[in-house]
Nanobody, 116 residues
Framework: QVQLVESGGGLVQAGGSLRLSCAVSGTRFSANAMGWYRQAPGKQRELVAHITSAGATSYPDSVKGRFTISRDNAKSTVSLQMNSLKPEDTAVYYC??????????WGQGTQVTVSS
């Protein structure tokens, strides 16, 4: 059973920082690419950071230079460091893994609220 559990969300003022973590179990973590997504009210879920099994990272322009994704294969965790947060970053943040079968598994989500 693949499980993902996010933590670290909360309320922060604009310009502040938060660090999200996602603990993964039930799969060979080191072999999987991981992604962080977010979904704001009334909007589609969007990718905000991706890291391959080899550690290569990619970001959309909206968060590039502010967000950093990292992974700790020994602890089976993936993290998202978010700096210079803006009110438009307010959303529920999810981590996702796609295992070797092609099936995606999602965490339950963690709320990030950035006040102006």
């Amino acid at each position: 059973q693949v499980q993902l559990v996010e933590s670290g969300g909360g309320l922060v003022q604009a310009g502040g920082s938060l660090r999200l973590s996602c603990a993964v179990s039930g799969t060979r973590f080191s072999a999987n690419a991981m992604g962080w997504y977010r979904q704001a009210p009334g909007k589609q879920r969007e990718l905000v950071a991706h890291i391959t099994s080899a550690g290569a990272t990619s970001y959309p322009d909206s968060v590039k230079g502010r967000f950093t994704i990292s992974r700790d294969n020994a602890k089976s965790t993936v993290s998202l460091q978010m700096n210079s947060l803006k009110p438009e970053d307010t959303a529920v943040y999810y981590c996702k893994v796609r295992i070797w079968t092609g099936v995606d598994y999602w965490g339950q989500g963690t709320q990030v609220t950035v006040s102006s």
